[in-house]
């Protein structure tokens, strides 16, 4: 399985994904923004970390370019932005870990969160990149899906890096289980994760 998701994506979300595409670009234009305020604040919450401050900051640049490109798409095709919803997956995963704890464990906590959420939009951009009828919308989403991959690892790789590895990595298979669980009952709405 790629990426070490332990449950799939079901292929009929591409189908309803096909079907609400001015909601999936909306939405995924909001996932772009969120990755970049996710970045803004890791280098808030831990400037002591040079490298990861470096590499956040390039984070930053690259995903709001990423939110700009999908705002044209939004833009090119007579639609707007519209309102940010809620993101039922984000919000569930979000209760995995305890409150509080070291800054290490809330930094190591977090870097995890993200590379999970990279991970799985990863998946769900080669979902859509292989199955769209939509040509230029597929090759959008293929060329998405590389540099979404590298975010994952890169997130991953400093998480081990500050953590303790043998607990990093049982937190993230851990997290990973939990994950599997929530997307049990998701595949089914037209959202990036839903």
Same mark, same amino acid.
């Given at each position: 399985m790629m990426l070490? $998701?332990?449950? !799939?994506?079901? !292929? #009929?979300?591409?189908? *309803?994904a096909e079907k609400n595409i001015e909601e999936i670009l909306v939405d995924h234009a909001f996932c772009e923004q969120k990755a970049a305020s996710t970045a803004i604040s $890791? *280098?808030?919450?831990?400037? @002591?970390? !040079? @490298? +990861?401050? @470096?590499e956040m900051i390039s984070l930053v640049k690259e995903e709001i370019s990423h939110f700009k490109m999908v705002h044209d798409k939004i833009l090119a095709r007579g639609w707007k932005l519209? #309102?940010? &919803?809620k993101d039922e997956y984000v919000a569930k995963l979000l209760q995995f870990f305890p409150k509080g704890g070291s800054r290490t464990t809330?930094?190591?906590? &977090? +870097? $995890?969160y993200a590379a999970l959420i990279e991970a799985r939009s990863c998946e769900r951009f080669k979902l $859509?990149?292989?199955?769209?009828?939509?040509e230029e919308l597929a090759t959008f989403y293929k060329n998405l899906m590389v540099s979404e991959a590298n975010h994952y690892t890169m997130f991953l790789g400093f998480a081990r890096q500050y953590g303790e590895r043998t607990e990093v990595? @049982?937190?993230w298979q851990a997290l990973l289980d939990f994950e599997a669980e929530i997307m049990r009952d998701l595949g089914t709405s037209e959202t990036m994760h839903g």
């Amino acid at each position: 399985m790629m990426l070490g $998701l332990k449950l !799939p994506t079901d !292929p #009929r979300w591409v189908n *309803i994904a096909e079907k609400n595409i001015e909601e999936i670009l909306v939405d995924h234009a909001f996932c772009e923004q969120k990755a970049a305020s996710t970045a803004i604040s $890791l *280098i808030v919450s831990f400037p @002591e970390y !040079p @490298e +990861l401050v @470096e590499e956040m900051i390039s984070l930053v640049k690259e995903e709001i370019s990423h939110f700009k490109m999908v705002h044209d798409k939004i833009l090119a095709r007579g639609w707007k932005l519209g #309102r940010d &919803r809620k993101d039922e997956y984000v919000a569930k995963l979000l209760q995995f870990f305890p409150k509080g704890g070291s800054r290490t464990t809330q930094m190591v906590h &977090r +870097l $995890l969160y993200a590379a999970l959420i990279e991970a799985r939009s990863c998946e769900r951009f080669k979902l $859509l990149s292989e199955n769209m009828k939509d040509e230029e919308l597929a090759t959008f989403y293929k060329n998405l899906m590389v540099s979404e991959a590298n975010h994952y690892t890169m997130f991953l790789g400093f998480a081990r890096q500050y953590g303790e590895r043998t607990e990093v990595d @049982e937190k993230w298979q851990a997290l990973l289980d939990f994950e599997a669980e929530i997307m049990r009952d998701l595949g089914t709405s037209e959202t990036m994760h839903g």
